[in-house]
């Protein structure tokens, strides 16, 4: 297969035997070969504290590999072309002597490092970014065109992602930073853009005057999958509202940008987190749920509560549900509420967006199903992305008059594009880190003011001191949460 035309790049993973470089960086870069977008010299090099040869980590990678992918998609030349791209470094990263030992790897490229930029990916705790940044610097590791890919959640709170953000910026300039929030890679997403400012059928729709509210719902199977140490002192909002449900919202409710320019499009999502309306002591009863999990039961298996978990702190007043209503002040979107829901050990594994367009002015037909009378736009994740618009017809037959019937217009990206096979979020997102691409990645101004939002609910929380509502494993919540949208006159979009 004919190359691509992404640079030649050396690519260092820090983190390279965790949990994420072996589900998701490698899978990611195996497909990128695969479909002719890695460079013919690229190089990757996993950096880790364990000890290991080139031959078993070569071998490592290759079981995740087959454990990650496809069989379908494992190509024999392919597997071992990517391999070959292959190195490994044992390093303790609090080590700065250390780091010398990727100096000398980028000039042992068969044509030295000369016009090779250097991707620095940190799959590691946000607290020791600043460290591998300042031992990378010290070491003369980097250079002018040296990038740096970051994971969200960068810091606790406001003053903490600070301190990260002013630990990686002492390195390097905020043009070299990639902050990751994987859900802006995904398939759908991209739609979303594409949806709202190529289509005047939306784009002209898409304001108070058209739309009643908005719903967003991230819903997870799993619990705290071992770990605890984070999530406790997380909770659902920092770990799931904070980064994906804002950002999610802000693509929703952006003015159109001038242009697809990463800066433009930027832009526009800060302005939309200056105007969340912030919350109070009032409006936090009224209008936010928490909630932590029980015992309870998923498809059909007996799954523990949260405070049953291997080394759970019995007293912890985490939440792991978070329900709330929520405005964005500004001309667009003037009195229309967006209603935000996540939490672990759900029904299902759910990400999706509903849009409610308003009802009719006037209304002729059964009154009976005025309830029906009003589209909406759904637009699916996961587990399967794809869009549909609910509209209404006339229900079939010659007994039925004009008696309506909800049905959609549905693309399931898998069924219209049969022998596409969509790409992971992280294949699309170190495809751009390479190209030199930001504009599906993370500003430092928006991460600020979304942590700026996310303080003021904490502290309200903190002050009235009420613990989390209780929930049962695999139910969809808090009862609070259904009383706190019905309290509206509206229901969550699978009680339809």
């Known amino acids: 297969m004919v190359q691509g035309t992404t640079p030649d790049v050396d690519l260092a993973i820090f983190g390279g035997l965790g949990d994420l470089a072996l589900r998701k960086l490698y899978p990611a870069l195996y497909h990128l070969d695969r479909d002719g977008l890695l460079a ?24 995740t590999l087959k454990t990650y992918v496809k069989p379908a998609s494992l190509d024999k030349a392919c597997l071992s072309r990517f391999l070959e791209r292959l190195d490994y470094l044992q390093l303790d990263f609090s080590h700065p002597e250390g780091f010398h030992a990727i100096r000398q790897w980028r000039t042992s490229a068969p044509h030295g490092n000369a016009g090779r930029p250097m991707t620095v990916y940190l799959a590691v705790p946000a607290s020791i970014f600043g460290d591998i940044c300042h031992n990378l610097h010290a070491s003369g590791s980097l250079d002018d065109e040296t990038r740096v890919v ?73 619990g705290i999958e071992g770990r605890w140490g984070y999530f406790d002192k997380a909770g659902q909002l920092r770990d799931m509202v904070q980064n994906h449900l804002l950002q999610l919202l802000c693509l929703i409710a952006m003015d159109p940008p001038s242009n697809l320019d990463a800066d433009a499009i930027r832009d526009e999502k800060v302005k939309v987190l200056k105007a969340l309306t912030p919350f109070n002591r009032e409006s936090i009863t009224r209008d936010v749920v928490r909630g932590q999990y029980i015992a309870g039961s998923i498809d059909g298996s007996s799954v523990p509560g949260y405070l ?9 007043r985490t939440e792991t549900f978070v329900a709330m209503r929520t405005e964005v002040a500004n001309w667009r979107w003037a009195g229309v509420p967006f209603y935000l829901r996540t939490g672990k050990r759900m029904p299902e594994k759910l990400s999706q967006i509903v849009i409610h367009f308003r009802q009719q002015a006037h209304y002729i037909f059964d009154p009976d199903q005025r309830n029906l009378a009003a589209n ?61 691409q930001q504009y599906l990645f993370v500003r430092r101004d928006e991460v600020e003011h979304a942590w700026r939002w996310a ?42």
């Open 455 to 496: 303080d003021r609910l904490v502290a309200a929380w903190d002050e009235l001191d009420v613990p989390p509502r209780r929930y049962p494993a695999g139910s969809w919540g808090p009862v609070a949460s259904i009383a706190m949208i019905t309290q509206d006159g509206r229901s969550w979009y699978e009680d339809y």
């Open 150 to 222: 970051v994971e969200k959640p960068i810091g606790y709170d406001l003053e903490s992602s600070r301190e990260i953000n002013d630990a990686i910026g002492a390195v390097f300039p905020e043009s070299r930073i990639y902050r990751i929030d994987h859900y802006l890679g995904k398939e759908t997403v991209q739609n979303l853009i594409a949806l709202r400012f190529a289509n005047p059928l939306f784009g002209t729709q898409w304001n108070q005057n058209h739309i009643s509210h908005v719903e967003i719902t991230v819903a997870e199977q799993v």
């Open 40 to 63: 013919a010299d690229t190089r990757v090099l996993g950096l880790a504290r364990q000890e290991m040869d080139i031959v078993a980590f070569r071998e490592r990678v290759h079981k």
């Open 376 to 436: 909406k736009l759904i637009i699916r994740l996961q587990p399967e992305e794809g869009i549909a618009l609910q509209v209404l017809t006339k229900d079939g037959g010659l007994d039925k008059g004009m008696r309506l019937r909800p049905g959609p217009l549905h693309l399931d990206f898998n069924s219209a594009f049969p022998k596409s096979r969509i790409p992971d979020a992280y294949e699309r997102l170190l495809l751009e880190v390479m190209k030199g």
């Open 308 to 316: 049953d978990e291997e080394g759970a702190n019995t007293d912890s």
